[in-house]
């Protein structure tokens, strides 16, 4: 049992501009790749040891994928190729302008440059009673802790002759209408429709219920409104229901209750709405806006000339985006290569140069042969083409080879067979409060 | 929140012959398979949803697989097409066979025929201390933590100073040189070798130990002498020390004292060494004997001629096997093969055949090019030609053609690239004690 007063940071002083990156997504990667070279000491700090790939994180969540599909360990990411490039697998606890230095659970270092790449953390808007039974879905564990919970409802239900109880346990809810909610929504769908008949001969599927939740008037607000017009369309087709304008109000593991007073029973309810930054101690309040850090066009926070913020954590205004960039990967990516440029720029002696943001377009997959894709120039797909597209574009993106010969074989897979293919319930934590969690704790309980 | 009084079995009686079958392992599956039809009523309980392929397991340990790939979920096994199958993953309580019931934590239900393979589980002989602190290997969630322990411990060397301490976390005790004791000391000794030194260009694995400790005084105590001499010399070319009768008498953590009194510090003790058999309580003592149940040539456990077991969990005395079958999955296999046979003989009035143990012989892989393999008529072979049927076997036997195309191209990507994929640590349940519990923790505290 190693004690964090017995680790320490062990980074040796190699005389180059140290460049201390917090957080390894998309942002964090991108920066640190572009780095490599003999100009800077670069050091990353992350609490987990690997870089997921966010993105296709519902399709663990509903069985399509294995997590380790989509997680690349940042190490591999970063070997002995790349010299003086230091990973640590910590928690950072602040940032302090004045020493000049960022604090971790296991000690203190100086910095140059040090560049916030944190993301963003579910928002539950401070409703204790949603945190604490509502199913997140922003890191792995909780994609595994998911997967596990829609399987067991299921076993659960079959189990069940009190009517109403199993109708809350067939009961999905998922409140959010963005790109995250609306993918898990057709995954569920598709599911019931091809794998769960299957596999629960005696059950019927049709009282099980997909309910979408939105608080604006349409799905996917990011999108074009012909897109989400079409994503609608899709959702209904697939037998999705959608409540838009429509606001959760409280939910204590069983019901849910709406803003207006509607109720339904559910023992799901998982919770894609809102996310804020996951900022982390040390900043003035001046330099934060709703959770994020205010960057100029340099990525440079507000009053602090080496201190980067770049991503979602990072609030970019600028002309064409006057309330900053949609918090999807392609921004991270772009801000984390350009401000790689800006701090060369900066050794240089250079002036900087701002960001300008390619928007490449966004995309949205409903189910099979059906998704919307938003292009440049005011292009908009749907439907198979758009489909193809979205395949396309999460493979090309997808980090690793290995990951992208594993979620493809995933895909062929399915394509043919109709099956989610990792349909293993693993329980990643214990909700003590829960009959799973009780069977958790059993498979350890050997006698 | 489902509360285990609110399930019921809902199992329907449909009047047939019910055989209700108490595990989804090796026997378990290839009795329900053989099963399928028009005579009986087939109901399996587990307590996972998975049939898992075990023999595997240690390279989900050491980041060679993903969970995934090595499990199957039993309803995929045995879907609709299946009439008159029922799984439930429930906890079976008891057996009585004074109301020809079985009980389970959701509720009783009757039986015609009753088959225990549940299988073993580790043996600790007693010592709470070890148990408390080892790291078994037997479930997939086991797995998890000791790939999230054994990577883990390299991060945290990695941010030590205290030589002693960092030595401690580089020292890996693998308790029990059988198939799981030698497989996984090879992987790691592999891991040492290619992976780990790309990860950690600072560190120095030569000081990474991994000592594999046996009581007797050869490896692999079930093969063939020839192959435990050979898989001894591969072992010590590879870089595994070797312990022969050696038995561990005490582990507290961070201390490992063998009978005799030597001590060597270590983080991570895996317990591969004894097995004893998950037995359920409501039969007489004197049905089984050190942990197993005692069975016929039938598999009928004395005394009880409608209870049966089969594999690791039943012991069977024949002339040539006067101690009972090895406990790998063909004893199992071919028992469930066996006794399905032997259960329409009983409904036909027929006499039952006796079981008979074919040996297609044993295997175990220690490395790249390095395997050993007992074949019948005395036939061992080593090196690449073992190493080839190693591969050939396990991915013949692989449940699912799925499985087989995930294992096959992680096992075809890690030949080429000497990487092992699967590198990212998951903590599937928390240790309290330890650092890596605390991080685990850390990840659910979003605030």
Known sequence: MIQVNE????????????????????????????????????????????????????????????????????RKLFDKEYEDFHFRQVRVT??????????????????????????????????EQIKKYAFPLKQIPEALNLRSQLLQSF???????????????????????????????????????????????GMDFSKMK??????????LPPMDPKSSQKTREYLEEIGVELKLNTLVESYDGQLVTFKGGEQIRSH??????????????????????????????YNQVVGFPDIFAIGDIALMRSEK????????????????????????????????????YFDKGSLAIIGRNRAVADLPKNLHLSGFIAWVAWLFVHIYYLIGFRNKLVVLSNWIYKFFTYENGTRIIIRPFIRKDDLAGQEFIKKYDVD
Chains 1, 2 share one sequence.
């Open 268 to 297: 799901t309810l998982i919770w894609a709405a809102g996310v804020s930054g996951a900022q982390i101690p040390g900043l003035p309040p001046e330099a934060s806006e709703r959770g994020r850090y205010l960057v100029n066009l």
């Open 321 to 356: 985006y006057p309330n900053g960039h949609p918090g999807v990967a392609q921004p991270a990516i772009q801000q984390g290569r350009h401000l790689a440029k800006n701090l060369y720029r900066i050794i240089r002696k250079e002036p900087l140069e701002p960001f300008e």
């Open 94 to 127: 602040s940032i302090n302008p004045a020493t000049k230095t960022v604090s971790t659970i296991v000690g203190d270092i100086s910095y140059d440059f040090v560049v916030i790449a944190t993301g963003t953390k579910p928002n539950y808007f401070g409703n």
């Open 210 to 219: 997909i309910i979408l939740v939105e608080g604006m008037d349409r799905v």
């Open 7 to 74: 680790l320490t940071l062990n980074i040796p002083d190699t005389k180059k501009p140290r460049v201390v990156i917090i957080g390894g997504g998309f942002g964090g990667v991108n920066l640190a790749k572009k780095l490599k070279g003999k100009d800077f000491q670069v050091v990353m700090f992350d609490r987990h040891n690997y870089h997921g790939f966010w993105p296709l994180l519902y399709q663990v969540a509903t069985a399509g994928l294995e997590p380790d599909a989509i997680a690349e360990p940042l």
């Open 155 to 201: 076993e659960q239900a079959n189990m069940i002759n009190d009517p109403e109880l199993r109708q809350s346990l067939l009961n999905f809810v998922i409140v959010g209408g963005g790109p995250t909610g609306v993918e898990l929504a057709g995954a569920l769908a598709e599911m019931r429709r091809h794998v769960l008949p299957n596999d629960y001969p």
